[in-house]
T-cell receptor
Framework: SQKIEQNSEALNIQEGKTATLTCNYT??????LQWYRQDPGRGPVFLLL?????KEKRKERLKVTFDTTLKQSLFHITASQPADSATYLC????????????FGTGTRLKVLA | SQTIHQWPATLVQPVGSPLSLECTVE??????LYWYRQAAGRGLQLLFY??????ISSEVPQNLSASRPQDRQFILSSKKLLLSDSGFYLC??????????????FGPGTRLTVL
């Protein structure tokens, strides 16, 4: 079955540095992959979507890459700020057109001032 | 604009009691609807999803059921709660236009504690 793995350990970085989070998946070739942000006690909020034919996607200080050979997506936050502290989740559709999604466990990011 | 509502925000229930969580969506029609559970320190687990009124798909066998009595209403129920049903329950919706890769929009969640 499809599986998504994210580094479950928290990532602490200094303000102003670039944070890089990893999402690996197995047993599947998704057409696209999504990234969400989740703050404590809140529902996830959609950030970015990258399609299988896109190597890179940017939105303001966010950048996502998608390597279908490595079965990996990297999520970067440049010039990180304490307000970026949250848990970041990646998600993919279980099967094309199924509308069913599986999520990684998320990586908790803490940006230190 | 679209909004999604969930209630209650928090709930403490004894083991063996029934459960009903409600989710409604405004500002869109014929959405896909989802119920997820997030246990402490764990990822989101898809429980149910629905692509239309009365159409419910269950992802994991469990003590819960779901219903969609109206286009934009999704209800999660249980006849008898178990301790293991404790968690953070999230409702979400996504659009259904063919050929688009649709993000999910999540509600504020319900924190359920079964004692």
């Amino acid at each position: 079955s499809q599986k998504i793995e994210q580094n479950s350990e928290a990532l602490n970085i200094q303000e102003g540095k670039t944070a890089t989070l990893t999402c690996n998946y197995t047993n599947y070739s998704p057409a696209y992959l999504q990234w969400y942000r989740q703050d404590p006690g809140r529902g996830p909020v959609f950030l970015l979507l990258i399609r299988e034919n896109e190597k890179e996607k940017r939105k303001e200080r966010l950048k996502v890459t998608f390597d279908t050979t490595l079965k990996q997506s990297l999520f970067h936050i440049t010039a990180s700020q304490p307000a970026d502290s949250a848990t970041y989740l990646c998600a993919l559709e279980k099967g094309s057109g199924t509308y069913k999604y599986i999520f990684g466990t998320g990586t908790r990011l803490k940006v230190l001032a | 604009s679209q909004t999604i509502h969930q209630w209650p925000a928090t709930l403490v229930q004894p083991v063996g009691s029934p459960l009903s969580l409600e989710c409604t969506v405004e500002g869109t029609s014929n959405p896909n609807l989802y119920w997820y559970r997030q246990a402490a320190g764990r990822g989101l687990q898809l429980l149910f999803y629905s692509v239309g009124i009365g159409q419910i798909s269950s992802e994991v066998p469990q003590n819960l059921s779901a219903s969609r009595p109206q286009d934009r209403q999704f209800i999660l129920s249980s006849k008898k709660l178990l301790l293991s049903d404790s968690g953070f329950y999230l409702c979400a919706w996504s659009a259904t236009q063919a050929g688009t890769y649709n993000e999910q929009f999540f509600g504020p969640g319900t924190r359920l504690t079964v004692l």
